[in-house]
């Protein structure tokens, strides 16, 4: 049967001006089933979602805040029989909270500690049974083996930076022990059937950088953006581990990519730290041509870098036995040279700059301070590195550059000044190995309109779907690459083009390369993100996060998916063809 996302057979989302609006705008041969809302009771028999009785104990058993990357895991692991396209286990990251729009009376400044303990629980991600019925739609399951994953959730540090002391807090002296993960934004799912989920943005959750003496800890803590004095959350107010004033240390146990087994999910959840500690967007992968796991990531900040961590040891085919596989290997940040070609650098302890005679103790301290090991090594500051991803159909590996307004000396990677609407890089591996330490690189697209020069391959602004600010992306298996964005509405704001935040597809070889298609418009306010294909690749899952952001509870600027003067929910919906 053809492929029901093939960009051949459908006719591009016309966005209707003015935007924004609060609908979604879909393509005409597609329709749309929102599965799950924020609130959702994950269990049998619970009380509808009701945003005035919502406690720390409710949430912590309902859908999170804030949908953000989604994985698609078929009931049992491995399976791709028929039933593997409309029976799953549905990952979803939630990623942050937004008080104002959630918690009734939240005043700015002064939470109550059953305030706070809402908002831990509304991060993590939850795993829930997906199905499609007999008329197409998609629904979820409350069940009793659903799992949420929260901020308090207990996770293991493992790997080379585990139990090192500077991960010791009062609470953990062995430095191995953590409570939760925070701002989990993309992911990626391991040829073994795991789950990884990435730590982006954990500077907001930490107070008083100003008490922190160690000079090298404050100039990262520095350029994460930990503020110096109190946070905008106030969790530290009820939560001492989040006061670096009390717990110095804390922050160093957050920033990582956490492994997740859905199919234990009573496990502990695994945070590894040889994959090292920065604002990691996503953590897609390949394995390489000699049978080993290459995992790339990009550190989501302006002039920051791209990594990509090749473990050690090969894949085996039994899942038992890759169940340490993340925690031996080798960290790479990537140099994008001029004429384009490329070189993964190696963060190794002991090489190049690395090494004691400059303050590198060991290889705790250089994935750590990944960061700053990077820019150490020569590593490119880049135009906001967010999701990357390879090609297992054409071999490349593509890298979202969601856009940089700070720049001002360009390079051929990072060409625009003033980089407002980002762009899409495509590397392709030396042997087309992602074990290779040298690659060549080119510009896929140049994201925006006219008005910037934007180039979409082979085609100009006005014979595509235009986008701008490009986040998540993933590749189907004819080897279309989906681009979801977010940020589009302001980079667009005072321009001729219409736009809220889109799903788009296009072709990377042939004729139609660069030749962007939108799917699916997200609503007032939103960001899409977490595109993610069922195992027969007939649904295409995606989160609409933050819709109404800007508004309050008692305000609100957007009324979806409940409509009516409802409180905005983000969701993930269930894009299928008609
Ligand atoms: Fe959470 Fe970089 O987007
Ligand atoms: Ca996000
Ligand atoms: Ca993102
Ligand atoms: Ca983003």
Redesign the pocket.
Do not use: Q, S
């Given at each position: 049967a053809a492929h029901a996302f093939d960009l051949t057979t459908w006719t591009a989302a016309q966005p209707t001006a003015p935007a924004p609006f609060d609908a979604p705008v879909i393509a005409p041969e597609f329709t749309h089933d929102v599965v799950i809302r924020w609130g959702d009771p994950l269990r049998p028999g619970r009380a509808p979602f009701d945003v005035t009785a919502l406690t720390a104990a409710e949430q912590a058993e309902r859908f999170g805040f804030n949908a953000?990357y989604t994985a698609w895991f078929p009931r049992r692991r491995g399976d791709t029989g028929p039933r593997a396209g409309t029976e799953g286990l549905l990952w979803v990251n939630h990623?942050y909270t937004d008080p104002v729009m959630m918690l009734p009376g939240y005043v700015e400044g002064s939470p109550t500690r059953e305030q706070v303990d809402i908002e831990l629980a509304a991060h993590g991600g939850s795993l829930v049974r997906v199905r499609q019925e007999r008329d197409g739609s998609w629904r979820y399951e409350p069940h009793r083996d659903n799992v949420r994953i929260t901020a308090t959730t207990p996770m293991q540090l493992t790997g080379p930076a585990a139990g090192h002391p500077l991960l010791r807090t009062s609470a953990d002296p062995t430095g191995t022990r953590v409570l939760g993960m925070l701002n989990n934004?993309g992911g990626g799912v391991t040829p073994w059937g795991t789950l990884l989920t990435c730590e982006?943005?954990v500077d907001q959750y930490f107070a008083n950088r100003s008490t922190v003496t160690d000079a090298r800890q404050q100039a990262s803590l520095t350029r994460f953006g930990v503020p110096e004095g109190a946070s905008e959350r106030r969790w530290e107010a009820h939560h001492p581990r989040f006061d670096l004033a009390q717990e110095p240390n804390e922050v160093n146990r957050f920033g990582w990519v956490v492994e997740i087994d859905p199919y234990d999910p009573r496990a502990t959840p695994r945070k590894r730290t040889a994959l090292g500690r920065f604002k990691h967007?996503a953590a897609a992968g390949t394995t390489t041509a000699d049978g080993r796991y290459a995992v790339y990531s990009g550190d989501?900040s302006r002039f920051e870098h791209v990594f990509k961590f090749v473990t050690r040891d090969r894949v085996s085919p039994s899942a038992r036995r890759n169940r340490d596989l993340l925690d031996a290997g080798t960290l790479y940040a990537a140099r994008f040279d001029d004429d384009g070609s490329g070189v993964w650098l190696p963060l190794v302890h002991g090489q190049g700059p690395l090494t004691p005679e400059n303050g590198w103790a060991d290889q705790a301290e250089v994935l750590l301070y990944a960061r700053e090991a990077a820019s150490a090594l020569g590593a490119t500051p880049m135009d906001r590195p967010?999701d990357i991803e390879p090609n297992p159909v054409t071999g490349s590996v593509y890298v979202a550059l969601?856009n940089n307004s700070r720049r001002t000396e360009t390079d051929a990677a990072n060409p625009r000044p003033g980089n407002a609407t980002g762009h899409v890089l495509e590397i392709v591996e030396a042997g087309s190995d992602a074990g290779a330490t040298t690659f060549a690189w080119g510009i896929l697209l140049l994201a925006g309109d006219a008005t910037d020069g934007a180039v979409y391959g082979g085609f100009t602004p006005d014979q595509v779907s235009e986008l701008a600010c490009p986040?998540n992306l993933a590749v189907d298996s004819l080897g279309q690459l989906w681009i979801a964005t977010?940020g589009a509405p302001s980079a667009f704001r005072g321009r001729p083009t219409a736009m809220n935040d889109a799903v788009l597809g296009l072709p990377v070889v042939g004729s139609g390369r660069g030749r962007t298609q939108q799917i699916f418009g997200a609503v007032y306010g939103a960001e899409m993100t977490g595109v993610f294909f069922n195992t027969t690749e007939t649904t295409m899952f995606a989160s609409v996060q933050h819709p109404g952001e800007g508004g309050t509870l008692a305000e609100p600027t957007s009324n979806w998916p409940d409509g009516g003067t409802s409180v905005p929910r983000s969701a993930v919906v269930a894009i299928r063809r008609r």
């Open positions: 953000d990623e934004c982006e943005n967007e989501d967010e969601t986040d977010d």
